[in-house]
């Protein structure tokens, strides 16, 4: 039997979240009802998957949507597609109940898997619709956003045991020396320093993200904040035994945050003074390729092996590498890196071996770099 396809797509109307939808509702049902043309061409255009299932629970119909993402004719049954148990289990008892109601169910594809919010409503005749919502995107912020906060915790965990002990030690010891004292306070303090400098990152980082959108329009003299950040880290580079060596190069302009740009640069170099081998040189290049403005930070050191390049700007990931595991650091600064990059319009790119060093290059693109012979 055939179904009122203009009833059927009605029903959907007021759930159906795609942007056609809302912006014409109006107009597709009246248009629907002062026409000839099937609804079905209409229907087509919706974004979001939905089959119409007959009693049997074979496809009476299916949109454009559902033929193209699920491969979905008409008089397949459904469970042939949707071969898990819990879909089965979820129509069935829907229909029985005779309650339109929604689960989530993972698909499972070539190219990975994704997740939908599929609804039922029940329609006469012992029919039934199906409408499935994509929310893979939600459900991977939701697994990142999950890591995060199992991230963070872990490593604010350690320090704050730490200072806890400490805390528990001098309280039950109280005829310690003053020399056993200052050995406390300056785990004490170092502990405190380690969590105030990955509270800091995450407030950086929420702030990049954040900015991610706002237009830049400030000309940025980009020589100026290369010697600047390597002003800021002189003192530690100097006490590692490294040498930072900037190539001469002429004068380049950037559009850019300046305040974020030094902090980018600051965080690579720091990088690079932290891993470089003893009485190693850093250098530095800011030239011109093809019109576009880049920038080099290259480095000797331990290198990483490729296979983890593609990580090491994930936030908390650690190179798990005996010879830099024991270096501090928050986890956080190619993740910040990563960002502004990502705001500046540019581009990052890793290379490294192992047993050699690393170079990362910041590439900006000619719409944000100007070079100028001064």
């Known amino acids: 039997m055939k179904l009122n396809s203009l009833n059927i797509f009605k029903k959907i109307l007021d759930d159906e979240k795609s942007n056609f939808v809302k912006n014409n509702k109006k107009k597709i049902v009246k248009s629907s009802k ?40 008409k008089d397949i049954n459904i469970f042939s597609i949707f071969r898990r148990p819990e879909f089965k289990e979820n129509i069935m008892k829907k229909k029985s109940k005779r309650k339109s109601n929604e689960f989530i169910y993972e698909f499972f594809e070539s190219q990975g898997s994704k997740f939908f919010n599929i609804k039922t409503y029940i329609l006469r005749n012992n029919f039934l619709l199906l409408s499935f919502m994509d929310i893979s995107r939600l459900k991977k912020l939701e697994n990142l956003r999950s890591d995060f906060v199992g991230n963070v915790s872990h490593e604010l965990k350690t320090p704050l045991n730490t200072i806890i002990n400490i805390i528990e030690l001098i309280k039950n010891q109280k005829n310690l020396s003053l020399k056993e004292r200052k050995k406390f306070m300056s785990i004490f303090e170092k502990e405190t320093y380690k969590m105030k400098s990955i509270i800091e990152d995450l407030l950086d980082l929420t702030k990049i993200e954040t900015d991610l959108e706002k237009k830049i329009s400030n000309i940025i003299n980009l020589n100026k904040i290369i010697l600047s950040s390597v002003d800021i880290l ?34 690579i170099l720091d990088n690079s003074i932290k891993y470089a081998d003893k009485n190693s040189t850093v250098n530095i290049y800011l030239k011109n390729v093809n019109n576009k403005t880049v ?79 001064l």
């Open 234 to 267: 002189k003192k530690k580079a100097n006490k590692n035994n490294i040498k930072i060596k900037i190539q001469k190069t002429k004068k380049f302009n950037i559009l850019g945050d300046a305040n974020q740009l030094q902090q980018m640069f600051v965080n």
């Open 34 to 73: 002062n026409t000839i043309f099937p609804v079905n061409d209409l229907v087509n255009t919706i974004d979001t998957p939905f089959v119409i299932l007959d009693k049997n629970y074979k496809v009476n119909f299916a949109n454009y949507a559902a033929k193209k993402q699920f491969s979905v004719d």
């Open 295 to 373: 920038l080099i930070f290259k480095d000797k050191g331990p290198g990483i092996p490729n296979s983890l390049i593609p990580r090491i700007t994930e936030r908390f990931y650690r190179v798990p590498q005996k010879k830099i595991q024991n270096i501090e650091g928050t986890g956080l600064g190619l993740a910040i890196v990563k960002h502004i990059v990502i705001r500046h319009k540019a581009k990052i790119n890793i290379t490294s071996k192992v047993g050699e060093g690393s170079l990362i290059e910041i590439i900006f693109n000619k719409s944000h770099a100007t070079r100028l012979n």
